[in-house]
């Protein structure tokens, strides 16, 4: 069975960073995508950044320069490292793999950035 687990989450202040773990297990075939993604309080799930087994990475715009997303060699791990975070940052974020013709999510694990 397929499992993502989430870790790094906390409490930082804003300008502080922090780094976001996604290890999957469970594994039999090779994953293609993987992502993190965020759901703030009342508002909807959204996209923070991508990265294909190729390497390739998207960034939403609200992101871009202050987060990084990278995988492990084995591919089967990736980080979203944050810098410069937000007080809008806060949200609980999800790692999602996709490994046909599924996709597959984590539980998730809170950031929060206290003013």
């Known amino acids: 069975q397929v499992q993502l687990v989430e870790s790094g989450g906390g409490l930082v202040q804003a300008g502080g960073s922090l780094r976001l773990s996604c290890a999957a297990s469970?594994?039999?075939?090779?994953?293609?995508?993987m992502g993190w993604y965020r759901q703030a309080p009342g508002k909807q799930r959204e996209l923070v950044a991508t990265i294909t087994s190729g390497g390739s990475t998207n960034y939403a715009d609200s992101v871009k320069g202050r987060f990084t997303i990278s995988r492990d060699n084995s591919k089967t791990t990736v980080y979203l490292q944050m810098n410069s975070l937000k007080p809008e940052d806060t949200a609980v974020y999800y790692c999602?793999?996709?490994?046909?013709?599924?996709?597959?999510w984590g539980r998730g694990t809170q950031v929060t950035v206290s003013s």
């Open positions: 469970g594994i039999r075939f090779s994953i293609d995508t």
């Open positions: 999602n793999g996709f490994i046909r013709p599924y996709y597959y």
